[in-house]
């Protein structure tokens, strides 16, 4: 017998209703540019442009490629201004951070001194560049988790990386699992504080052994669903082989285009820092 695998059947397996939605892989006009393309050609491209400026220890080049992905994921997503500022709330931290260590602990010429802290110019230059990237993989990140549904991603990676179906489908219920811890917490902590006293004032109990039977209570939540669904799973004939797939992801000459855009631009712009003298390697550590 043959299974048949679809977006619907292993979206309805994983808790997530797909009534009215379009099909996967079926190109909608009403969603932006970069929810259209292939998952695994946006993740591909996400892997090849972290990979390049891991090499790139200047600040300039970074900063450019951060500045024209800042501008490409606010046009062809959804991500409103107020949500793509939040998202960088993490990855800024971390960059200042990064930034603070290198102009601190960085030998080289010293541009600042206040008692026992120095900055130095290479410190600036070598922490400025790690910062920088750091924002840049960042907002390449939201970029991608804002415009791509998981369910489309797990149905391309099996198709077009070749990723098993059982790896694939584990790795999306995991990710439906995750989502919906806050929910579930938030569900069991209301539930037990209408049972148990009330302190003093009013409010509601916050002592380590309520926090520790909410704990409890959302582990056992989590891991009775985690059955349910590797039942589920298995119910309809997950790791069978030959597979068929009722609405194939592929990919089209809109991705290929994606791809040429996104190489010809990181090209350009290293092109163009290496042409003015800017664009420093590894070998930026070592001055």
Partial sequence: MTAVVGPDAGASTLGTSTLGAPPLGAPTHRAPALDRRN????????????????????????????????????TTTRTSPRALAHAHIPFAAFALGVL?????????????????????????????????????????????????????????????????????YAVLAGYRVLQDLPREWATIQHAHAVRAPRTRDGDPPRSPRHLGRVIFTLLVVTVRRGERTA?????????????????????????????????????????????????????????
């Fill in 39 to 74: 998952p695994t050609v946006k993740l591909a491209l996400v892997f090849v442009v972290s990979l390049v400026v891991m090499f790139v220890l200047d600040p300039v080049t970074p900063t450019v490629l951060y500045v024209l992905a800042l501008a490409g994921v606010a």
């Fill in 100 to 168: 603070s260590v290198n102009a601190l602990s960085r030998p080289g010429h010293e541009v600042w001194h206040a008692g026992p802290l120095s900055v130095t110019a290479e410190g600036l230059a070598v922490g400025g560049a790690l910062a920088m990237r750091t924002l840049l993989i960042g907002v390449l990140a939201v970029g991608f988790v804002r415009s791509t549904d998981p369910v489309a991603l797990m149905h391309s990676l099996r198709q077009n990386a070749r990723l098993g179906p059982r790896v694939a």
């Fill in 231 to 287: 039942q589920s799973l298995e119910s309809r004939g997950l790791g069978l082989a030959p597979r068929t797939t009722w609405h194939p992801v592929r990919v089209a000459r809109a991705d290929w285009a994606l791809v040429a855009g996104v190489l010809m631009v990181l090209g350009l712009v290293l092109a163009a820092t290496a042409g003015l003298g800017v664009l420093r390697g590894p070998g930026a550590l070592a001055g």
